[in-house]
């Protein structure tokens, strides 16, 4: 049983004569361990995806089986664990929140998760100085460059250790060095064993990870693997 199976999703907005369908008959396999970078155009249905496969939303039509539960069938508890536990999610805007330092938002999640004081404390410096920024730990957002929020980003998302990392557009606010670095630490991520789904409009983030999805019109329009770099 693959880590994320999708058969036949399709999400319908405004069902009737002006329905939007975002996704339209969507199957798709992810096994565990997968660095899969999603691809379309804006308005391809790609960020609905994301959401479905973090359990953010749910099919009108279809099945989603994550690690071989049927999303559809659980409770709103059951799927807030599932994504407090099992998805850290990783956002073009960075959504940290301006009044906190980058500890503090990195623990903020931990917090709600219910662990204690010093648990979440070494958790999230951990975190912080896996992805470099050990020396910004006290810094506010407004204090950081756009590549360091989206470090910061990164690391709250991987502070409870989440076996699935959803990223949508990572890169897309970012110079081309810090979309390099970013790129790097997802990379490194999915070689520690972490499943990685990165959404992107841009061919050359995709070409990065191991295996492109290209989502066109809610429909899959191409799943191939990438042949892997031989050493020089």
């Known amino acids: ?40 155009q804006s308005g391809s249905g790609k960020s ?27 409770c709103d508890d059951v799927l807030s664990k599932i994504r407090n536990h099992s ?8 959504n940290l929140i301006p009044s906190l330092t980058a500890l ?46 989206q470090r910061t980003a990164i690391a709250r998302a991987i502070a409870a250790r989440p076996p699935i990392i959803l990223a949508d557009e990572p890169t897309g606010n970012l110079d081309s060095t810090s979309g390099t670095e970013i790129m790097g630490i997802l990379q490194e991520l999915n070689q520690e064993g972490k499943t990685v789904v990165l959404i992107t409009h841009d061919s050359e983030v995709a070409a990065q990870a191991g295996r492109v999805v290209r989502i066109h019109d809610g429909r899959l329009a191409q799943d191939s693997a990438i042949p892997a770099k031989k050493a020089r």
């Open 1 to 40: 049983m693959p880590l994320i199976l999708l058969e036949d999703v399709q999400k319908i907005y405004n069902p009737g004569p002006g329905e939007v369908r975002a996704l339209d008959g969507v199957s798709l396999r992810i096994e565990a361990g997968e660095l899969v970078a999603v691809i379309g």
């Open 48 to 74: 609905t995806l994301m959401n479905m496969m973090g359990c953010l939303d749910m099919p009108t039509a279809g099945r989603y089986l994550l690690d071989g539960q049927e999303v559809g069938s659980l």
């Open 87 to 94: 998805i850290g999610f990783i956002f073009q805007g960075f």
């Open 104 to 149: 503090e938002n990195v623990e903020l999640p931990l917090l709600y998760r219910g662990i204690g004081r010093e648990s979440r404390r070494l958790m999230a410096l951990e975190a912080l100085n896996r992805v470099g920024l050990t020396a910004r730990s006290h810094h506010r957002p407004s204090q950081m460059s756009g590549g360091q929020q």
